[in-house]
């Protein structure tokens, strides 16, 4: 499985980016794509989901300013990053799996997984938001 992510960049606060998570060899027939960002001596955070079911999950810090989407999440999935803060400045990775009964569970439960769910992973692209 191949994951790459790109759309990191530059902007002021106020500004908006759109993330792109492309992935091939990912042939689960029910998959789970979330995206995590981490920044410079913090923890990873998750930061969206979305499910072949067409589930979708946001962290509390970005609700109604983020939007995943995916016409096929096995495919490729973007992540609208509108209205961006300083916050929100680090390095966004996205990771996929299959989409397993524990993991559903979480979705269920509106919790996004975890990052120890996940086997497969982009390099990351980063985002810096300046004030």
């Known amino acids: 499985v191949k994951m790459v992510e790109s759309g990191g960049g530059s902007v002021q606060t106020g500004g908006s980016l759109q993330l792109a998570c492309r992935i091939s060899g990912l042939t689960y027939a029910s998959v789970c794509v979330t995206w995590f960002r981490q920044a410079p001596g913090k923890e990873r955070e998750r930061v969206a989901a979305i499910g072949t079911t067409g589930t979708t999950l946001y962290a509390d810090s970005v609700k109604g300013r983020f939007t995943i989407s995916a016409d096929n999440p096995k495919v490729i999935v973007y992540l609208q990053m509108d209205n961006l803060r300083p916050e929100d400045t680090g390095m966004y990775y996205c990771?996929?799996?299959?989409?397993?009964?524990?993991?559903?569970?979480?979705?269920?439960?509106?919790?996004?997984?975890?990052?120890?769910?996940?086997?497969?992973w982009g390099q990351g692209t980063q985002v810096t938001v300046s004030s």
């Open positions: 990771a996929a799996d299959r989409l397993t009964v524990g993991m559903n569970r979480h979705l269920e439960l509106g919790h996004i997984p975890p990052a120890s769910a996940f086997e497969f």
